[in-house]
């Protein structure tokens, strides 16, 4: 009877209440965590955070299953059976550390370069990166290779930065909102408030995407975009924009490069580069004096036409006029693309309108006074509020470094970076355009730590990563001629290349938190293969040693020969720092901690204290003291507080100095911890009201910026249209200089470098039958997941347990397919089988599903005959990791030739429909035993029962 049951109208939920941050997904939220008996009760929102602002999603208050999850591992493993068949014994931390400690001294001390250490999702890469330095190996990467370099790299070869992480649409005062091909778990709590104040404001929000789900449903026009033609689209709106004189041309002289002079001189080794005077320094031409000047000079009156004679005679013209040249022509006008790109000319034309009228009819003064980089005294802050923003939809295609510079192109022609209504920077972006320093590699030798940090920053040819004969130094070929600006590594193709000992074979893959057996591999069945595979010759596993470390019972576990159980978030010390990816927001920088909310009730370690522990029993230096000693001794926590990266500079930039009273330089604070653990476990700066725009070259922020150690000295950023290192590199391709590409390559890189955006054809689809394989076949991330973890958490799979592959109701119909349909997807790289759902909001020629839903049977402690095992699948082993031969007979990479980026939605397929059969998607694989010591799949979550029975007893 409904009035026996007692109905608490105020329950205590709680004993206590923790803060720290979430790590449900990317976004890092800040979190108070209830506790009761020792328990999580209830998670929250911390209204004070900068980040979420109280906001919590669907994820993280299911982190209460993540961290009572049956999945999570309890106690290192060693295997005993065959790699991959999961067979463990457990072992005791000691006899773990010390067998780690033995495989990778004697690597250090040989060849320091058979170590590869690859993480993944892990947010912790200033330290795993800065680990990898020490031990002396460049064959570091976490997973930005394989997620959005593309997206990263092309924005800080352009802007400075990029979209999430590094700015954020001014949601305030943006008028127009175009969002292309969106990831809905990155920046999902910002994205979704953000999105909440446009629409209650009436702004317009324009979505390009295939496939309308998640915020592309609420968009007031969505653009069912071919995939990977975004790039066209692009630069037709460009085209239009340049023709119809619709350019903020005051803000390309005083912000860009678009004046400075570039050398027109074919057949040159330096024709397309930027001219420069006697000092270095580059040159314009001068209106006012009709004289070449230095283009860094405040009062002057650049041209941005006209052909100019430099001193030695030869031509050269502003970088504006080729851009004009390039992109009025013919060819990128919304005729020319509309086909091609599946969208209406005249749907391109009026976008290109409204852009321009947001930008210029609507635009924003702000009465407040500031001063550039000059010392120019400004009364104003002038605003164009068109606002963009883009991830991975458009970054995981083999052109998305240059789609992703085209979106810049089209920010900084309407003037609409960096001001009121448009794209900001988070501090610490902007940075010199690229950031700087250089990759780290060369010279590598045994016991010796590298001079600098493996992931940066090439500028030309000269700072590829590569032998003296051409052989690329790292496994996974990044910053060779295969992926020259490959600021985030190629994690997709290290198992394939370290199976395959090209360019050379490796000792021990040592990974974490990278489920790379299975939903972050491309070709899963054959990485599997790779895996397990043995040198006939000697017996023994082609990839010797493998350690991994994760949480939970992923695919990935059965595969490695040592287990190192990490802890959950809520049971750890962890920083989420400005030196790795912040959390800040464009009004001000920002850092938080995570503290343990319970102690672990397994015998598992935090895997970054694992880390720093490993680091002092081989003898790194940064991590051992001179008598030999480990330096931080208590672990992570201890490390996060004492560490200096330079003088004065730490891994968090909160109370520092000996008495707590500074931020950002200041010597380590023991108390800095405890300080965070006061204030909500986060710090927060807001910036003045002058520092806040044009912080490139805002002479307030740029020192502030320079005090703080985000950029090194006080000078404008000038943003980069024109793209000298990407011209260096085409140079080398056509004959100059000392380091050029090899024969079989030049084409490649003459066709796919260009210090302009370009659009071509993805390579895949160059490169397949396209009659044979007549759709795209893409993922969407659901935004109540997170990769794989999401699909284990007992909360989150009722919500979506099983995927199929969604089609278009006008293609089904030509296909003879209804819904429920079961269907064969052939690719160049396999077949799958799964089952259909018909919509209309897709392209007509794509297909897709949500990622990573589909497990192995056995693994993540789901019982084996799960949904997720027998009727979710994965696109995955439908995608090569190496593409279809071309046509001098190689395969190269499935990436961007530029940045290495993993093209995950290059991929084309056919689908056709199966007979009657068993019902069970394809392909499947032997079930996965339990690691030792896991609980068996419980059928019933009773997670809350202790506390009905309490409220029982009260009564
Ligand atoms: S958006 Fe991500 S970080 Fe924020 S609450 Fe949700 S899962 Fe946690």
Request: hydrophobic letters at 35%.
């Amino acid at each position: 009877m409904l009035q026996d049951r007692a109905i608490e109208r105020s329950p205590s939920v709680s004993d206590e209440v923790k803060f720290t941050t979430c790590y449900m997904c990317a976004c890092r939220c800040g979190i108070k965590v209830h506790i009761k008996d020792g328990q999580i009760r209830y998670i929250e929102g911390n209204k004070n955070h900068p980040v979420n602002k109280g906001v919590l999603c669907g994820k993280g208050s299911s982190g209460i299953m993540q961290h009572y999850s049956p999945a999570r591992l309890r106690k290192p493993l060693k295997r005993v059976g065959e790699r991959g068949k999961g067979e463990f014994v457990e072992i005791e931390w000691d006899e773990a550390l010390e067998l780690a400690t033995k495989w990778l001294g004697d690597i250090r001390a040989t060849d320091p370069r058979k170590l590869a250490f690859f993480t993944g999702r892990d947010q912790s890469q200033s330290l795993t990166g800065w680990w990898a330095m020490q031990f002396g190996t460049p064959n570091f990467a976490a997973h930005g290779g394989f997620c959005s370099v593309n997206m990263a790299a092309a924005g800080l070869y352009t802007i400075g930065g990029s979209f999430w992480e590094f700015g954020e649409p001014d949601w305030e005062r943006t008028r127009y909102f175009l969002m292309f091909g969106v990831a809905e778990d990155h920046d999902s709590n910002p994205i979704k408030t953000g999105l909440g104040k446009l629409k209650a404001r009436g702004a317009k929000v324009v979505s390009v995407n295939p496939i309308r789900t998640g915020y592309s449903a609420i968009a007031d026009e969505w653009i069912g975009i071919r995939p990977g033609t975004d790039g066209l689209f692009v630069l037709a709106l460009v085209h239009e924009l340049l023709r119809a004189d619709k350019i903020d041309l005051e803000y390309l002289v005083r912000y860009t490069n678009a004046p400075w002079l570039v050398i027109q001189d074919p057949g040159a080794s330096d024709h397309g580069l930027f001219a420069r005077d006697s000092d270095g320094d580059h040159l314009c031409w001068d209106q006012k004096t009709k004289a070449l000047v230095k283009a860094k000079l405040p009062n002057i009156s650049p041209a941005v036409v006209g052909q100019v004679k430099l001193a030695d005679g030869r031509n050269a013209v502003p970088a504006f006029q080729l851009i004009a040249q390039r992109y009025e022509g013919d060819e990128y006008s919304p005729d020319a693309v509309a086909a091609r790109c599946g969208i209406d000319a005249d749907q391109i034309r009026r976008i290109a309108i409204e852009l321009a009228e947001a930008a210029f009819d609507q635009q924003i003064e702000l009465d407040i006074p500031w001063t550039d980089w000059a010392g120019r005294k400004h009364e104003k802050i002038i605003g164009r509020p068109v606002a963009m923003h883009a991830m991975r939809g458009i970054s995981a295609h083999s052109n998305g470094f240059h789609t992703c510079r085209a979106i810049h192109l089209l920010q900084v022609l309407l003037g609409s970076i960096e001001c009121p209504g448009g794209f900001r920077f988070k501090p610490p972006f902007p940075k010199p355009i690229p950031p700087g320093p250089k990759p780290s590699g060369r010279g590598y030798k045994p016991m010796q730590p590298l001079s600098g940090m493996p992931l940066a920053f090439t500028m030309g040819p000269e700072d590829l990563l590569l032998e003296d004969d051409g052989t690329p130094i790292r496994i996974d070929k990044a910053y060779s001629w295969e992926a020259p600006v490959a600021a985030h590594g190629l994690m997709h193709m290290v198992i394939t290349n370290a199976w395959k000992g090209d360019p050379y074979k490796i000792d021990t893959l040592f990974m974490y938190m990278a489920n790379m057996s299975w939903n972050s591999s491309m070709n899963t069945k054959g990485v599997m293969e790779m895996l397990t595979d043995k040198d006939p010759a000697t017996g023994e596993y082609k990839i010797p040693h493998i350690i991994y470390s994760d949480a939970f019972a992923s695919e990935t576990v059965s595969y490695a020969d040592l287990v190192l159980p990490d802890t959950t978030y809520l049971e750890r010390w962890d920083c989420i720092s400005l030196l790795d990816r912040p959390i800040c927001e464009a009004d001000g920088p920002a850092d938080a901690i995570r503290q343990p909310v319970v102690e672990p009730d397994r015998d598992v370690r935090a895997f970054q204290s694992v880390l720093l522990d490993l680091g002092a029993r081989l003898k790194l230096p940064g991590m051992t003291k001179d008598d030999g000693s480990p330096k931080f001794p208590g672990g992570y926590p201890d490390y996060i507080a004492n560490h200096e990266r330079s003088p004065g500079i730490g891994p968090l930039a909160g109370w520092r100095g000996s008495d707590g009273k500074e931020f950002g330089r200041g010597a380590p604070n023991k108390d800095q911890l405890q300080a965070y653990v006061d204030h909500e476990c986060f710090w927060h700066h807001e910036l003045s009201d002058d520092q806040k725009f044009y912080k490139f070259a805002n002479q307030s922020y740029l020192k502030f910026a320079n005090h703080m150690g985000f950029v090194g000295s006080t000078d404008q950023i000038v943003l980069q249209l024109y793209s000298e290192p990407m011209q260096k590199f085409l140079l080398a391709a056509e004959g100059h200089g000392k380091v050029q590409p090899p024969e079989h390559m030049r084409e490649r890189i003459k066709t796919t470098f260009d210090p302009l955006p370009i659009w071509y054809a993805p390579f895949e689809e160059a490169l397949v039958d396209t009659e044979q394989y007549p759709l795209h076949a893409l993922t969407q991330r659901p935004m109540i997941m997170y990769h794989s973890w999401g699909g284990q958490n007992a909360w989150l799979r009722q919500i979506i347990g099983r995927n199929k592959l969604y089609i278009a109701s006008r293609k089904a119909k030509e296909l003879d397919l209804v819904d429920g349909d079961w269907v064969r997807v052939h690719s160049h790289n396999g077949v799958i089988k799964v089952q259909i759902k018909t919509m209309e909001g897709v392209n007509a020629d794509t297909v897709w599903t949500w990622n990573a839903i589909g497990k192995r049977a056995g693994s993540w402690t789901l019982a084996p005959d799960a949904a997720e095992a027998k009727s979710a699948f994965l696109l995955n082993h439908l995608i090569g990791e190496l593409l279809p031969k071309d046509k001098m007979g190689k395969r190269y990479s499935n990436s961007d030739p530029v940045t290495g980026q993993a093209a995950w939605f290059d991929l084309r397929v056919r689908v056709e429909k199966c007979s009657a059969g068993m019902e069970v998607s394809e392909p499947q694989f032997p079930i996965l035993p339990r690691p030792p010591g896991l609980p068996e799949a419980p059928t019933l979550n009773r997670y809350g029962s202790i506390w009905r029975k309490s409220v029982e007893r009260a009564k």
